[in-house]
């Protein structure tokens, strides 16, 4: 198969900014592709070549990309630097640097999808001394015999800045059209939800059909998509949703993960799918210390804690463990952390996930044996909204965000990759002011004036819509922002700079920069009030009108530890807004 046969998918995908539009795009191509390729290709056109749980990641740096253009072109370097300079993506710069350099290019042969993958496939997985130079020998090596527009993406893709616009539920939607019913769609995003790999969905819907995904069980190794939770502001109103009953948890402020284990080979991966396992060795010892059994995979928060005092300390804490590549024995000292375990998932070789909530609680205490280190959250079933609110003081006087309400029904199921009332959180109630933070995506941002010249002065910052696969803006943040963090933003947001707003936003502001989605911030503001100029939740209070956060403020936290996809949704903040005992509408 051709490179190029796949670039012209792409170019119809970036041609289009309606969902329904990409997923018959992608449907009739899937049909079209031998069997052999489509797992390479799903990778792909979502920027990345193996699933996001592999070790191997592209988002090679610019300077050394613009290393490997200037080799693969003899360009001059004055020329691509002013191009790179203006046009800020690297993609186009690549596409026009080439369409002047196929005037001079004599020999070159046709570029297949193989090539092009094993190639990214090797820079990706080189590492150590020598590393640099042989990556751009390996990417120059293709980019030699690429015409402009396959360069393009071949570009974006090694950069980390695919931005076609194509999620993990678009291409779901599309190989259910391809292989399937409308009515089996459920079957692909659960085989999706349990393995965290849509490349292998892909290849058995191609190779078996719909009934081959059967034979997809969950399997250490393979992180399962994170449950996720609904939020309601009582005891009584969570208790109704829940029947009258309800198992209430700590939910505690830390870094949730989950841990699979394999004949004492323990992984941890965070809810994003990162492999945590070298940043947490701490945990992965006392975890293996505290598991009597072989094989299974159980999920939990890492909560910091003060070593004097046993007391629970907020999620900045354990932030400071993310990402270190050195001083970790030191990190470990300073910043320990206690595992909280919450749920079971699979063990000796069976599958939980859809049993009740009680069965996989009561594998839980089979399996761990309660050490310093390694501890069961904290949990009582309750039917009297009076001791629901007792326990949730003293959730909170423990140093929690509050309580998480689970059901404890027959139904009470696993629902991987899953929103619902399943799982309620109960964090404090919800009145005319937002005493809750809200996690929000960086859409784009506004220069600064004064003494924030040279600097953004304000971002513009977005919920997110999960059923149109949107980010809806809700404020322009401003404020919270000490010295250090302004000056740093530049560093985070650039690379995911785009030219024009990102297809996937949506807003009525002109941003002076515009981001690709990526990066999550947690958020407090006042109050919530409706809005003419925001789109989060329009038309859903007021026709024109969406919802804004009024004086919002940054909280000085980073969730690294979440993907644009899992901040705060619109429909979670329209709920807010409807519980509000007083209504500010502005």
Not at 64 to 88: F, N, S
């Amino acid at each position: 198969m051709l490179y190029q046969d796949l670039v012209k998918v792409y170019q119809a995908l970036e041609s289009t900014s309606s969902r329904l539009e990409m997923t018959d795009i992608l449907a009739r191509f899937f049909r079209s592709t031998d069997c052999a390729h489509i797992k390479p290709i799903v990778y792909m056109t979502q920027g990345g070549i193996v699933p996001d749980f592999y070790p191997e990641k592209l988002g090679m740096a610019d300077k050394l990309y613009l290393r490997t253009l200037l080799a693969a072109t003899g360009a001059k370097e004055t020329m691509v630097r002013e191009l790179w300079d203006r046009e800020g993506d690297p993609g186009t710069v690549t596409e026009k640097v080439f369409e002047t350099k196929r005037q001079t290019t004599l020999f070159s042969e046709p570029l297949t999808l193989d090539r092009v993958y094993d190639a990214l496939l090797r820079v990706a997985r080189l590492e150590g001394s020598g590393s640099q130079e042989s990556k751009v020998r390996c990417l120059a090596d293709i980019l030699h015999d690429a015409k402009p527009v396959e360069a393009r993406y071949i570009a974006r893709i090694v950069t980390g800045r695919m931005r076609l616009g194509v999620a993990s539920q678009t291409v779901i939607d599309s190989l259910a059209l391809a292989f399937a019913t409308k009515a089996e769609k459920g079957a692909v995003e659960r085989a999706f939800n349990v393995t965290s790999d849509l490349g292998l969905v892909a290849e058995v819907l191609c190779l078996k059909g719909i009934d081959g995904l059967n034979d997809i069980h969950v399997m250490v190794g393979n992180p399962i998509r994170a449950m996720l939770a609904e939020r309601l502001p009582s005891p009584e109103e969570i208790l109704e949703k829940m029947g009258g009953r309800a198992m209430f948890e700590y939910k505690y402020d830390g870094l949730r993960v989950q841990a699979h284990i394999d004949n004492g080979k323990i992984t941890l991966y965070s809810r994003r799918l990162e492999d945590l396992t070298s940043q947490f060795p701490d945990v992965v010892k006392s975890l293996g210390e505290a598991f009597t059994g072989r094989t299974a995979i159980v999920e939990g928060e890492c909560v910091p804690v003060d070593i004097n005092t046993g007391e629970m300390l907020p999620f900045q804490e354990v932030s400071h463990r993310r990402g270190r590549k050195h001083g970790l024995t030191a990190a470990i000292e300073e910043y320990p952390v206690r595992l909280q375990l919450f749920d079971c998932l699979y063990l000796e070789g069976e599958d939980l996930t859809m049993l009740p909530l009680p069965d996989r609680r009561t594998a839980l205490t089979r399996c761990i044996v309660i050490t310093e280190n390694v501890r069961l959250s904290e949990a009582r079933v309750l039917d009297d909204p009076a001791k629901v609110q007792e326990f949730f003081t003293e959730a909170l006087n423990a140093g929690c965000e509050g309580l998480m309400a689970k059901s404890i029904n027959d139904d009470s199921v696993y629902r991987a990759g899953s929103r619902g009332y399943l799982w309620i959180k109960y964090k404090k109630e919800y009145r005319s002011e937002m005493n809750d933070t809200v996690d929000l995506v960086v859409v784009g941002a506004f220069h600064g004036r004064g003494r924030r010249g040279g600097v953004y002065g304000a971002l513009l910052m977005a919920t997110y819509n999960p059923d149109e696969d949107r980010f809806e803006t809700v404020s322009k943040l401003g404020s919270g922002f000490d010295d250090a963090t302004l000056a740093l933003l530049p560093e985070k947001l650039n690379k995911f700079r785009t030219p024009t707003r990102h297809s996937m936003v949506e807003s009525k502001m002109e941003a002076d920069v515009w981001f690709e989605p990526s990066l999550v911030l947690e958020v407090l503001g006042a109050e919530l009030s409706v809005s003419p100029i925001h789109t989060c939740a329009h038309d859903r209070i007021r026709d024109g009108a969406g919802l804004a956060i009024r004086f919002p403020r940054f909280t000085g936290t980073f969730r690294d530890d979440k993907r644009p996809r899992d901040a705060t949704t619109s429909q979670e903040v329209l709920d807010m807004y409807n519980k509000q005992l007083k209504r500010v509408e502005g």
